[in-house]
């Protein structure tokens, strides 16, 4: 779960500022390896390189997917629905 304390979220945000407003810079077929190296980077920097931490971090990176879903593209999605229709089976 992303969700933490109120009070521990502003100094994250400043200090993802710069690093975010660097990536978007970037041409638009360089911004996804960018944000690839940076979180990859800062996971190999975090966690010790031991199965039980690898494990960890599959299982963050997979949470992380599935509130991005969730709460980005889900509802995105619910509303292209309602804007164009379903996809409807052959019949």
């Given at each position: 779960m992303p969700y933490i304390?109120?009070?521990?979220?502003?100094?994250l945000d400043r200090r993802m500022e710069a690093?975010?407003?660097h990536i978007r810079t970037l041409p638009m077929e360089e911004q996804d390896g960018a944000l690839n190296y940076t979180v990859s980077r800062m996971i190999m920097s975090i966690y010790p390189l031991r199965y039980f931490h690898i494990n960890r971090v599959m299982g963050v990176l997979e949470?992380?997917?599935q509130e991005f879903y969730?709460?980005?593209?889900?509802?995105?999605?619910?509303?292209?629905?309602?804007?164009?229709?379903?996809?409807?089976p052959q019949a």
């Open positions: 304390k109120a009070e521990a979220r502003p100094e690093l975010v407003a949470c992380i997917k969730r709460v980005v593209a889900g509802p995105y999605e619910d509303e292209k629905i309602k804007e164009n229709g379903a996809v409807q």
